[in-house]
Structure formats: C-alpha cells, structure tokens
C-alpha cells in the first residue's frame, strides 16, 4: 500500500508535469509556426497530443532515467525524505510555471537540477551532495547537446545546400513505389524465370512524382515536416515524463510497491497533466520560438526537427536527461545564426533565463525545504 507521502507526492508531480507540458510542448512544433506551416494553436495542438504519446511510452522506455534522477534526491547512505523530494518538485515548479506565464522557453531538467543542488545542500551539506553525478549524467549533457546541435544543423544545412536559395529548386516530394514482378524465359534450359517485384524510394518534385508511377505512395516535404514535428514531441515526452515521476518514486521504491503497480500509474497521470499544460499553456512559449526567435524554411525546419529528435531520443536511450529546450534552440537558432536572420533581442531574453533558473530553482527549493523543517 502507498503511503498517503507518496500520493502527496505524485500529486505534486502532476503539476510540475503541467507547467513542463506548457513549456516544452514548443520545441517540437515551433519550427512549423516559423515557416508558416501552421498557427501557434494549431502546432501546440499537434504537439500536446504527441506529448502525450510519448509520456506513455517513457513508461517502458524511461527506467535508466528515472534511476538516474532518483539517486540524484539522497546523500550517499541517506534515503530521500519526503520533504526533500517535495521541495525539489516545488522548487521546480515554480521557475518553470512563472517562464511559462512569460513566454520564455526555460529548461525543466535545469529547473530540476537546480532545485537538487539547492535542497542537498541544505538538507545534506554540501559535502555530501551527488556532485560527480549531477555534473556528469546530467550537468554536462544539458551544456553539450545545444551546441552539437547547432553544428549537425550547420554541417547538414551546408551539406545540403540549403541556405542561401529564396526558392528551393530541387526535390520536395519523397516517393515509394514497388516495381512490378518480370517473368521471362532462361537462355539456358526452357525454365521460366520469375524475378520478384522490388519496392523503390526516390525524390522528385510532386507533380514528376505522380507522373512517374500514379500509385506511388508520396510524402511531400511539408508532410515529412508535420511527422518530424509530432517525432521530436514524442522524443521530448519520452525523455522528460521520466524526470518528473523520478522526483517521486524515491519513496515507492522504499516502500518495495510493485513495480507494475504505481508507478504505471503514476506515468499515465504524468503524461495526462503534460498535455493538458501543452494544450493551455504552450501557446505562449511557442510563438517566442515560431514568430520571434527566426523565420524558417521548410527544408530548415526540417531538419532542425529532424537533429533535435535524433539527440533527445539518443540521449533518452542512453540515460540522459538532455535539456529537449536547449537542443531546439540550438538547431532552430543554428539556421538563423548562418543565415544572419536571428533576433538577438529574443536570444538575450532566453539566455537571462536560462541562466537565472538554476540559482532561481535551488533558492526556491531551498525555502521550500526550511519551511517543511519549521
């Protein structure tokens, strides 16, 4: 039976999931809005539904991050309490709710990170806080993943020869058709020789396309778009829903609940609580980085999406909490930096925020936690 701390605690999650939601739903969908492929409403729309999605499977896919995150809450040889997972939630929530209301896209794990720090020092010293493990699983991944980013974008954009060009010239059509089966006569003896029918995948522009072969399957480069943008969603979910319930399974796992039990649960109402945030909140976010950040091109927005769901769902399947805001604007930010067109107004703006939510969520949490002490 879980104790009435550790549904306390899940309920606290819910809400951390909520502002996270409304957050982080614009990484995905932003470069949409940019190149005027959709409305704000519209994308965040397509995004939360996808979050959604993807916190439900973080469920099976998402247990090397919960660990890390977990482990993260205790001092070594000390369990974590319920006031100190309380007040790393808290502490967390209440950074990222406030960027939420400002429209300014902060990072949930920094949030996270900092909160721990903030908390483990007070409640542990900071001798006995996980150092070596907060810089190195967690720190270090957030401050390297914007700029590899921005350089696969780079090399890939310049590889492609994207930029540069007001109109883009070449294929943006990609088609799959199947050849059909060829039956003809061996030179070599009266047998009949049946060569099976091979499925073949080219690029064209729409209408060569369909002239080619009319029953070819064909995807145009706005569509591969709208399935990266739901892509990167899915991979961002997968990646933070894990981080969420961590703050809170501490307990659960002292108690020795079921591992089927709880915890599913616990994912499934993170997952609801992240859309719901993304379908209320995530407007805000997503039109400083669709309207203000950079235009795009669809071929940039492509691949930007496409870089950013690469990092995220590598980093998920190697334990690592990536920052899925960081790498977003890292890739979104990487095509308007070699293009000229970024707004260095908004940039600033981010970058204060993204600097003050550490030292903003450690103070928090810390608070939070003086206070459970009185």
Request: include cysteine.
């Amino acid at each position: 039976m879980i104790s009435t701390e550790t549904q306390g605690l899940l309920g606290l999650a819910l809400v951390l999931a909520f502002f996270n939601g409304g957050n982080d739903v614009s990484r995905a969908v932003a470069a949409l809005v940019a190149e005027g492929s959709a409305s704000v409403r519209t994308a965040t729309l397509w995004g939360a539904v996808w979050t959604f999605v993807g916190a439900l499977v973080a469920a099976l896919l998402g247990g090397e991050l919960v660990r890390t995150l977990a482990q993260s809450l205790s001092a070594a040889g000390q369990s974590p309490s319920f006031s100190v997972a309380a007040s790393v939630i808290l502490g967390a929530s209440v950074v990222v709710g406030w960027a939420t209301l400002r429209g300014l896209p902060v990072s949930t794990t920094h949030a996270v990170v900092g909160s721990i720090a903030g908390v483990g020092i007070t409640a542990y010293g900071a001798s006995n806080v996980q150092w070596l493990l907060l810089g190195s699983k967690i720190l270090l991944p957030l401050l390297a993943s914007p700029l590899l980013a921005f350089l696969l974008v780079s090399l890939v954009l310049r590889f492609r020869g994207v930029l540069g060009r007001d109109e883009v010239v070449e294929a943006d059509c990609l088609c799959l058709g199947v050849e059909p089966a060829v039956v003809g006569v061996s030179q070599n003896s009266a047998a009949f020789v049946l060569e099976p029918s091979q499925i073949r995948v080219w690029t064209a522009r729409e209408h060569a396309c369909a002239q080619d072969d009319r029953a070819a399957l064909r995807m145009t480069r706005s569509q591969v778009h709208w399935l990266t943008s739901a892509v990167v969603s899915f991979a961002r979910a997968v990646n933070d829903a894990p981080k969420i319930f961590a703050l809170a399974v501490g307990l659960v796992a002292l108690e020795g609940a079921p591992r089927g039990g709880p915890p599913l649960v616990g994912f499934w109402g993170v997952a609801a609580a992240m859309m719901l945030g993304s379908i209320v909140a995530g407007w805000r976010v997503t039109r400083v980085l669709g309207k203000e950040l950079t235009p795009l091109r669809v071929g940039e927005g492509l691949v930007a999406n496409l870089v950013t769901a690469v990092l995220v769902i590598v980093g998920t399947k190697l334990g690592l909490p990536l920052s899925t805001t960081h790498v977003s604007v890292g890739a979104i930010g990487g095509v308007g930096m070699l293009r000229g067109s970024v707004d260095w107004t908004v940039v600033r703006r981010m970058a204060a925020a993204w600097v003050v939510t550490v030292p903003a969520s450690a103070a928090c949490a810390s608070g939070v936690f003086l206070a459970f002490r009185l």
